[in-house]
């Protein structure tokens, strides 16, 4: 599976749109991109993911590049519960030997501040 | 959406003693689970991933014989922790995997706190 590369940390302001990115130079043509988060202390929680196309749902949006190198989540308006830290895998294809499984990297911790 | 329901959330145990964490999947069956690990401050890492009615596939450098992991049924899997030491001591996860239309979804539970005095 593809790795990624995340920023270690970010801030952003309450109210204002938060946009993580996330590098994967060498994802291939079948690897999904998904983002979880995961709160202190609890396990992650899915927000979305994508192969090629734009994504959007009522979290978050999904922006990938058109080389599929790198991508942006964006969480239109933070809020103080979204402070997190947040994962960008590269999630392989579940057929044949592979298992399509989840690896994490270190991901980014973002705190929205008031 | 896909729950999947971990417990106990925390457990103390002593040093010696096993440790069984359960997790199951409340509306929908899960052929394949995955078990994570967590130590403070550190990202998750992927133990083993276990299909329904075989033997769980290991991740390198996790020991199968200390830690046992049973999916014997399609919503039910469980990790024991056997002989557990004070360097056992982290934050488990289990995760299932879930068809979505033509993709597949990852659904976790909320972890289990382990600490081994």
């Known amino acids: 599976d593809a790795k990624t590369t995340q920023p270690t940390s970010m801030d952003c302001a309450e109210g204002r749109a938060a946009n993580l990115p996330c590098n994967h130079s060498?994802?291939?043509?079948?690897?999904?991109v998904y983002w979880y988060r995961q709160i202190h202390s609890q396990g992650p929680q899915y927000i979305i993911h994508g192969l090629k196309n734009n994504e959007t749902n009522e979290m978050a949006s999904l922006i990938i590049t058109e080389d599929r190198k790198s991508s942006t989540l964006i969480l239109p308006h933070a809020t103080l519960r979204d402070t997190a830290v947040y994962y960008c895998i590269v999630r392989g294809p579940y057929y044949g030997g592979s298992q399509g499984n989840l690896i994490f990297g270190k991901g980014t911790k973002l705190s929205v501040k008031p | 959406g896909a729950v999947v329901s971990q417990h106990p959330s925390w457990v103390i145990c002593k040093s010696g003693t096993s440790v069984k964490i359960e997790c199951r999947s409340l509306?929908?069956?899960?052929?394949?689970m995955f078990w994570y690990r967590q130590f403070p401050k550190q990202s998750l890492m992927l133990m083993a991933t276990?299909?329904?009615?075989?033997?769980?596939?290991?991740e390198q450098g996790v020991e199968k014989d200390k830690f046992l992991i049973n999916h014997a049924s399609l919503t039910l899997s469980t990790l024991t922790v056997t002989s557990a030491h004070p360097e056992d001591s982290s934050f488990y996860i289990c995760s299932a995997r879930l068809k979505q239309g033509r993709d597949y979804g990852y659904t976790f539970g909320s972890g289990t706190r382990l600490t081994v005095v």
């Open positions: 060498t994802i291939s043509g079948n690897e999904y």
């Open positions: 276990s299909n329904e009615g075989s033997k769980a596939t290991y």
């Open positions: 509306d929908f069956q899960a052929t394949t």
